[in-house]
């Protein structure tokens, strides 16, 4: 279960942060993309992201 909280954290991150990079205009690319410069897109991105480290949190602890 660790194992799978650890791949799917670093994934949310990873998506999160293209997402962030999208919205917020910084990442144009695909450019045929709806997300670019779409401020929306920057904020579920670093939603993503939070919950991507709080995975990595939780696969992390020791019982």
């Known amino acids: 279960m660790a194992m ?4 799917f954290g670093i994934a949310a991150i990873l998506m999160g942060g293209l ?3 999208q919205g917020t205009g910084v990442i144009l690319w695909p450019s045929s ?3 670019l410069a779409q401020g ?10 939070l919950v991507g480290v709080l995975a990595l949190w939780r696969g992390a602890k020791r019982p």
């Open 4 to 7: 799978l909280l650890k791949i």
């Open 19 to 21: 997402w962030v990079g």
């Open 33 to 35: 993309s709806f997300m």
């Open 40 to 49: 929306q897109w920057a904020v579920i991105g670093a939603g993503l992201m």
